[in-house]
């Protein structure tokens, strides 16, 4: 029953800016090691960006500096803001926690940067 929301992905141009969120269900954001993840087409699923009940983050090498990773408690959402698109970040960008429960993937949200 616990379900992961993802929205806010949409088309944008190489150097614009998107937000993105994950509406949870069932669990909280505040105690639980949460991720964001994203797959392009040929591509296996890769961990973006990721964040610890304590509030560390950690990113991939490939979004530092352009990325970042947040929650909201009390609206029990977590957050993903992503600055200076690449064509490259082109995927479906999921949210999941540290631990990835394969029952919690949602279907996405598209993110298409064009150049």
């Known amino acids: 029953q616990v379900q992961l929301v993802e929205s806010g992905g949409g088309l944008v141009q190489a150097g614009g800016s998107l937000r993105l969120s994950c509406a949870a269900s069932r669990i909280p954001v505040s105690f639980n090691a949460m991720g964001w993840y994203r797959q392009a087409p040929g591509k296996q699923r890769e961990l973006v960006a990721g964040?610890?009940?304590?509030?560390?983050?950690n990113y991939a090498d490939s979004v530092k500096g352009r990325f970042t990773i947040s929650r909201d408690n009390a609206k029990n959402t977590l957050y993903l803001q992503m600055n200076s698109l690449k064509p490259e970040d082109t995927a479906v960008y999921y949210c999941?926690?540290?631990?990835?429960?394969?029952?919690?993937w949602g279907q996405g949200t598209q993110v298409t940067v064009s150049s």
């Open positions: 964040i610890s009940s304590i509030g560390s983050t």
């Open positions: 999941n926690t540290g631990g990835t429960k394969a029952g919690y």
